[in-house]
């Protein structure tokens, strides 16, 4: 399983490599995304991807990785609701550095609330995951919907084909968060009998390694398109 | 076409659109000028007639119409002030001028009767018999000859260059026997010499001449005007066949989104009165640049840029 877990491990360094060159070699409005999805490497490395990693017993690195995975929904969402306003109304504002900038800023502003509080304990971290969990879900939801509206405004454009690679990527984090949410919801990792958590806990690693291998094949894919 | 002997010189080929009428008409009355003002134009001949000073008598006339007196005038005025005409002066002799207003507002008994057909010893008797008052003019393709009758009685012969009626036919006779020469016989009733006003007395020279500036002032407006939207509407032309140009060439390698950035681009366009040029289209391709980068990449955009001003570059080159 460790092997397992290195392999994503590279998956998504190879992923989130790629989305954040992308993020510095393209439009403003592709930044908040790929940073977004930069981020999911940074998020999932530090909790568990590798164990071999030194802090993986340390309550705060393992919150981070939470709140830095709810973060990176967040901004990515952020970047499809830019990119789909842009469609709408062909404007667009701001500038790469403040995205930089801000994104640096909410993260340590985060991990200055976790170490003016106590330690998070597992109980704390468990509620941190469900709500970065929860986010994830809704927001793969809403982030398919939003980017079948963009791909109708766009569908005549070089990059059109690109925002399906970005529907199947959601489709393939929903099924991984998914099932780690609903792990947590229902407390399996204290029920290892029940077939339900066997089900979830194959769909959370394949849902992982293939949203790692589908992040890093879109990004590819989208720098192709944007030559 | 008024056939005049020319007289004297004072001033010819003058541009009477370059010159304030009534000051000039002023100053001929102030040195008691006698002679004749010729107007040249493409609609019409203008006399004015000076006798010592006084204008007795003026005439504009057109291929269809004779204007005489203030209606002479104004016209004159009016197309003296489009600034495409000639003026010539004359000196003349006192009797010459009144003979000058004779021949142009006399009746026209004979009209370019040919002198090959025509036996002018007759005529001439006829002329004294009938006891006559008026003029024979005799002209060929280049020269005129003007034999000036009072009573049945001649005044006197008149020819190209002569100052004053003289008293030798030889110059007219010569006139009659050059090929093709013809001669138009009019005649004058009365006295009516003493009749003659000074229009100059009688007509406001000022008013006419400030009521025709200021038509002349309008009509160039009207003209300003007119080129002015011509201009407008080729230049909308041009935009829109620019604009047309433009939606094409992005709808062909950005879709329908191209289509709304360069619409939005093109809208954003400050020309601010200057015709759409490419200088003027350097910031919109700067805008469309980067506003294409978040659907399209460089070499699609490039080429798509490289295809519209190509095209805008022959669309605009006109003037």
Redesign the interface.
């Not at chain 1, 405004?153 to 059109?160: A, E, G, H, M």
């Not at chain 2, 390698?253 to 191209?258: E, Q, S, T, V």
């Given at each position: 399983m460790e092997q397992f877990h290195l392999v994503l491990a590279v998956f998504w360094l190879i992923a989130g490599g790629v989305a954040f060159y992308f993020s510095i070699g393209?439009?403003r409005?592709?930044t908040s995304i790929a940073v977004g999805f930069f981020l999911i490497l940074l998020g999932e490395i530090i909790p568990g991807a590798l164990p071999i990693l030194p802090g993986l017993d340390n309550p705060y690195i393992l919150a981070m990785g939470h709140i830095i995975g709810t973060i990176a929904i967040l901004v990515m969402s952020h970047g499809f609701q830019e990119?789909y306003v842009?469609?709408r109304t062909?404007d667009?504002e701001g500038s790469k550095l403040f995205v930089y900038l801000s994104v640096a800023g909410v993260i340590i502003a985060s991990l200055v609330f976790l170490l003016i509080n106590p330690a998070p304990g597992p109980e704390v971290r468990r509620v941190i995951r469900i709500v970065e969990n929860t986010n994830w879900v809704f927001l793969s939801l809403i982030n398919i919907d939003l980017i079948r509206k963009i791909y109708l405004?766009?569908?005549?454009?070089?990059?059109?084909k690109g925002f399906i690679a970005f529907m199947v990527v959601f489709a393939c984090i929903f099924l991984w968060k998914g099932s780690q949410l609903y792990i947590d919801v229902y407390d399996l990792e204290n029920k290892k009998d029940l077939i339900n958590y066997t089900i979830s806990y194959f769909t959370n690693l394949g849902g992982n390694l293939l949203a790692s291998i589908s992040v890093g094949a879109t990004f590819i894919y989208l720098a192709k398109?944007?030559? | 076409m008024i056939l005049l002997p020319r007289g004297n010189p004072v001033k010819e080929n003058v541009n009477p659109g370059k010159v304030n009428l009534p000051d000039a008409l002023d100053k001929l009355r102030q040195g008691k000028f006698t002679g004749y003002l010729r107007f040249d134009f493409s609609e019409g001949t203008g006399i004015f007639i000076f006798q010592a000073g006084r204008l007795i008598s003026s005439l504009f006339e057109t291929g269809r119409e004779n204007l005489i007196a203030y209606d002479a005038i104004a016209r004159t005025f009016h197309e003296a002030l489009k600034g495409d005409g000639r003026l010539d002066i004359y000196r003349l002799s006192p009797e010459l001028a009144f003979s000058i207003h004779a021949l142009l507002h006399g009746e026209m008994l004979h009209r370019g009767q040919d002198l090959q057909l025509i036996d002018i010893r007759s005529l001439l008797t006829r002329m004294r018999d009938e006891q006559r008052s008026g003029c024979l003019r005799i002209y060929s393709q280049n020269h005129i000859a003007l034999i000036f009758y009072r009573d049945g009685k001649p005044l006197g012969f008149f020819h190209d260059g002569s100052t004053d009626i003289e008293t030798t036919a030889d110059t007219s006779m010569s006139v009659a026997r050059e090929a093709g020469a013809k001669v138009d016989v009019l005649i004058t009733r009365g006295d009516v010499e003493k009749s003659l006003a000074d229009l100059m007395e009688t007509a406001n020279i000022a008013g006419l001449w400030n009521k025709s500036v200021g038509e002349r002032q309008r009509q160039r407006e009207e003209q300003e005007n007119a080129a002015s939207r011509t201009l407008e509407m080729r230049e909308g032309e041009r935009r829109q066949k620019t604009l047309a140009l433009f939606q094409k060439t992005a709808q062909q390698?950005?879709?329908?989104?191209?289509v709304?950035?360069v619409d939005?681009e093109f809208d954003r366009l400050k020309l601010n009165g200057v015709s759409l040029g490419e200088a003027q289209l350097t910031g919109f391709y700067d805008n469309l640049t980067?506003?294409a980068?978040?659907?399209?990449?460089?070499?699609?955009i490039e080429l798509m840029l490289d295809e519209m001003k190509k095209g805008a570059r022959s669309l605009l080159k006109g003037p």
């Open positions: 393209n439009a409005v592709w990119y842009f469609t062909l667009f405004n766009v569908k005549d454009t070089p990059i059109s398109l944007l030559r | 390698h950005l879709g329908k989104i191209g709304s950035l939005k980067k506003a980068k978040l659907v399209a990449g460089p070499s699609k």
